[in-house]
């Protein structure tokens, strides 16, 4: 079936639709051997040969994993010092999965892998603003001013985060677990914030992205997601009271 070149080189995990626009403009893709360069041009993923940069653009089967990422494992592709990576753990799938979005070397929990380069440019492009929960144990008993604070929105690195969830869930002798949903995803952005009001973050897990929650998914395990897992990330969660 034919479609629009700009959504092939999209699903194909290139670039987004628009830079997938500059990179049409700019003469880089070919069609058949012949360079493209009208936006509204059509192909058929499976039948044309299309390329970019002279690199073919594979249109593979669309597969999309959860993942329960254990600490210790990179969330990249390659590592030049030759770290455990996420990839390593998907045993039996033999597509090229990317990660989206990441999760720093010392977190655990939900990471998303897929082919479907579209989907993931969805997941984390600010417009969509899909939530990402995580539960923190941090050091001490954060007070409630402290947790109204990192809900409303605290600066890191200049910038002020966007309004978040949070709630305790536990306290425990020295420490306390809280569960915190965000909408961004800048680097270290929970263990900052929570840096920024004084709490040291002893251990990090993401356990959803939206409504698409980990569950009882082994450390180190996987599953392959369905039409309706996949939904339920674009769902949101009805707003919660924070509990202090
Ligand atoms: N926030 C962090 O601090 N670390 C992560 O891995 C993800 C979110």
Redesign the pocket.
């Known amino acids: 079936m034919e479609e629009r070149l700009q959504k092939i080189l999209a699903q194909a995990g290139i670039a987004s639709r628009r830079q997938a626009e500059l990179l049409i403009r700019a003469g880089r893709i070919r069609v058949n051997d012949q360079v493209v360069v009208e936006m509204g041009c059509k192909a058929d993923p499976f039948r044309d040969r299309i390329t970019c940069d002279g690199q073919p653009v594979v249109s593979e089967e669309k597969i999309y994993v959860l993942l329960n990422k254990p600490a210790g494992y990179v969330t990249t592709l390659a590592d030049p010092q030759g770290r455990p990576m996420v990839s390593d753990l998907l045993d039996g799938i033999s597509e090229r999965l990317f990660p989206v979005g990441r ?2 070397l010392d ?1 655990e929990g939900a990471l998303l892998m897929t082919n479907d380069g579209a989907l993931a440019n969805r997941i984390l492009h600010p417009r969509f603003e899909v939530s990402k929960t ?1 539960e923190a144990l941090v050091a001490g008993f954060p007070s409630k001013e402290k947790l109204i604070l990192l809900e409303q929105g605290i600066v890191i690195d200049g910038v002020r985060t966007q309004p978040a969830r949070v709630r305790v869930l536990q306290r425990r002798p020295g420490e306390s677990l809280v569960e915190i949903t965000i909408h961004e995803g800048k680097k ?5 914030m929570f840096q920024a009001v004084d709490h040291r973050v002893l251990h ?1 897990k ?1 356990t959803a992205y939206g409504q698409l929650r980990l569950g009882t998914l082994p450390l180190g395990g996987f599953k392959i997601l369905s039409p309706d897992d996949l939904k339920k990330i674009f769902r949101a969660k009805t707003p919660l009271q924070s509990k202090t």
């Open positions: 999760l720093d977190t995580y270290r952005q929970v263990r900052k990090l993401r």
